[in-house]
């Protein structure tokens, strides 16, 4: 069995703890690898390795440090699909799903790289004479980077490009759920010459491992993707040190189709956001506000595009849905559907655990649709993280914005019309930190800002430029040469 272990100052090691855990297929079942488990300890280490490299990291400059994104861009190019097998197998998303998320590693790589010659600050009119002013980007020091399975490679890739161009290090938890592709993203690291202490990645639980991050004094940041709960712990512990943390969190997205949408349009952009992935994005969508003028006609086109989604083992690429990640996740999506039909939702679909020939062996569920749901519902409230969508009828433009402002996260959402008027009103009154217009509520692109108001996230975003303000400090310098003591706001009032 191929036994997965730390990357910890350039060396490959196991923890000490001796323990390893299995890590499975989600669509047959298959264990794959078995994965170290490390301790405080180990995380210790990968801190002090991070700390020595960063010193000298810092003071390379940033168009070199950028060299080392650039091979990393390249090599994750060449690789391709055998990344994107990988991936599959580990965490089960569609094969061509798995080649669009490696794909969005390779364009974060390469953006990034662009910015070893960019890291813009200000240069400003200095108010007196004879001095200069300026800002420039610094780096933070030790990147502790804890990231989801569901986005193994794209979402370290938004974290760890802006990370390290701006000259700092990195500690690295991955998902227990998708080890095998967070090795080869850090080989990746390694063949492209990245100098040793700079990525080290440790294996391991959110309980031990991530705990052990966050405490850590010598880790500066935190940034995190994954759930509301985890998130909000993170806050209160790094709180008290005064720690930076980065947190993306849940969402509960919607698509609204309002009376003048193109219906067909609006089908293709929900079946794709509600049901790629098995549901399971941040951005996915779970709420569908439908003007009810257009509602049933909209249940029925959406009803016979369902039944012809092929569920199956994500590496046939005949496969339109791939498993959930694990049998716990299952289950509480088969409870959220139990509490939506007790709630007195109409299920018009799905509704199951798939049990049928190979899908038994996996973990599957039925894409379910409910529809006459209330926006006060539990299922219209709670991220699910699956294959369930919910249908809330509303009887104007207004109506759908405050029913999609009503839940406790922002990430995405999106609206179906031809009219441009509302268009822009949607623009600027759905308080998400995504809008799409004409789109469903996935497929974000990675030079714009990625995350969410509200209970999403903390106030900062993960990819485009608006990354580099996570991974930086501003430090603003003044340069007098007037060769006298001059008093800003005083000497030359
Ligand atoms: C996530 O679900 O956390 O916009 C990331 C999208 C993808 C990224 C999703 N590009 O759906």
Request: proline content about 4%; aromatic content about 6%; hydrophobic content about 40%.
């Amino acid at each position: 069995m191929k036994q997965y272990v730390n990357y910890i100052n350039g060396e490959w090691i196991a923890s000490a703890s001796g323990k390893f855990l299995p890590n499975t297929n989600p669509a047959t079942g298959e264990v794959l690898a078995e994965v170290t488990q490390s301790t405080a300890e180990d995380v210790d280490r990968a801190v002090q390795a991070a700390r020595q490299a960063q010193k000298a990291w810092r003071l390379v400059p940033a168009p070199e440090r950028a060299e080392v994104l650039y091979k990393v861009g390249l090599l994750l190019k060449e690789r391709k699909e055998q990344l994107a097998q990988i991936l599959t197998s580990e965490m089960g998303k569609v094969i061509e799903e798995a080649r669009g998320e490696v794909q969005e590693a390779i364009d974060m790589a390469f953006y990034m790289a662009g910015e070893g010659r960019r890291l813009f600050g200000d240069t400003v009119p200095s108010e007196l004479r004879d001095k200069f002013a300026m800002s420039v980007r610094v780096p933070v020091g030790i990147a502790g980077l804890i990231t989801p399975w569901n986005f193994p490679i794209a979402i370290i890739s938004w974290k760890s490009l802006p990370a390290l161009v701006a000259g700092n290090a990195i500690v690295w938890k991955p998902a227990s759920e998708t080890p095998m592709i967070a090795s080869e993203f850090t080989k990746i690291y390694e063949e492209a010459g990245l100098p040793k202490g700079l990525i080290n990645l440790v294996y391991g639980s959110g309980s031990v491992v991530g705990n052990a991050m966050v405490d850590h004094p010598q880790i500066d940041l935190i940034s995190f993707t994954g759930s509301n709960e985890v998130g909000r712990e993170i806050n209160a512990r790094a709180g008290g040190m005064l720690k930076r943390t980065s947190l993306e969190m849940g969402g509960k997205n919607a698509v609204t189709v309002l009376d003048d949408a193109d219906i067909d349009l609006a089908v293709d952009g929900i079946i794709w956001s509600a049901y790629g992935t098995s549901g399971q994005r941040c951005t996915a969508c779970s709420r569908i506000i439908v003007h009810e003028a257009v509602k049933e006609e909209l249940e029925s086109k959406l009803l016979a595009r369902i039944a012809h989604l092929r569920l199956g083992n994500g590496l046939d690429p005949s496969v339109d849905v791939g498993p959930v990640i694990n049998r716990a996740s299952l289950e509480k999506i088969d409870e959220y559907v139990k509490i939506g039909v007790e709630e007195g939702a109409k299920l018009l679909c799905g509704g199951e655990i798939a049990t049928d020939g190979e899908l038994g062996k996996g973990n599957f569920y039925l894409p379910t649709l409910f529809t006459d749901v209330k926006p006060d519902m539990r299922i219209a409230k709670e991220e699910i993280f699956g294959p369930v969508a919910s249908i809330i009828p509303v009887k104007s433009i207004e109506e759908a914005i405050e029913v999609n402002n009503s839940v406790e996260f922002g990430l995405s959402s999106s609206i179906f019309t031809q009219d441009i008027n509302r268009a822009f009103r949607a623009m600027r009154d759905l308080d998400t930190g995504i809008v799409y217009v004409n789109a469903g509520t996935t497929g974000a692109e990675i030079h714009l800002p990625f995350g969410g108001t509200k209970g999403t996230g903390n106030g900062h975003r993960d990819s485009g430029v608006a990354a580099l303000d996570v991974f930086t400090e501003w430090r603003s310098i003044y340069v007098d040469y007037s060769g006298k003591l001059q008093r800003a706001q005083i000497d030359n009032k």
